[in-house]
């Protein structure tokens, strides 16, 4: 039975668990870096093609991405990933914060899902670009390889 207070009796404010408040900090925490990262990279992945050539140019690598269109390509649908699981994971942390579950870990899974959308993404247009390949090739046959002492 639940025992009501007597008329007049001070209520207490309901008890917040505060083994739970580290849950919430680092969930509000995970959030937030994860959407300064999407919302930071939105625009860079929007002109993937000129993102890359300006990453090769500062490597030294000669050429430009060949794959330009599909880059445009990459660059939208990683985006796209990036912002679903961006909003994937506030919806489903608000709901299991509110239920008082551990809701940290769901932003964690998100930054898995949208940083191997990105990986896989780019890592396709950069194995397969020639100017990539061949700088990859020149390094190879200009390594020094040193020989071991008799």
Request: proline residues 7%; contains cysteine; charged residues 15%.
């Amino acid at each position: 039975m639940s025992e009501t207070p007597p008329a007049g009796a001070p209520v207490k404010p309901p008890v917040t668990d505060q083994r739970r408040q580290w849950d919430r900090f680092l969930t509000i925490a995970l959030l937030a870096l994860g959407s300064v990262t999407v919302f930071s990279t939105f625009g860079e992945l929007a002109d993937l093609a000129c993102t890359i050539d300006e990453t090769y140019r500062l490597q030294g690598i000669e050429g430009r991405l060949a794959a330009r269109d599909a880059a445009g390509i990459v660059g939208f649908v990683v985006n796209v990933i990036r912002v679903f699981a961006l909003l994937w994971a506030i919806a489903l942390s608000v709901q299991r914060l509110r239920a008082g579950k551990l809701a940290f870990w769901i932003p964690l899974i998100a930054g898995v899902v949208a940083t191997l959308a990105l990986m896989i993404g780019i890592g396709a247009l950069i194995l397969s670009d020639p100017a990539f390949l061949a700088y990859v090739e020149m390094i190879s046959t200009t390594a020094v390889v040193p020989t071991p002492a008799p």
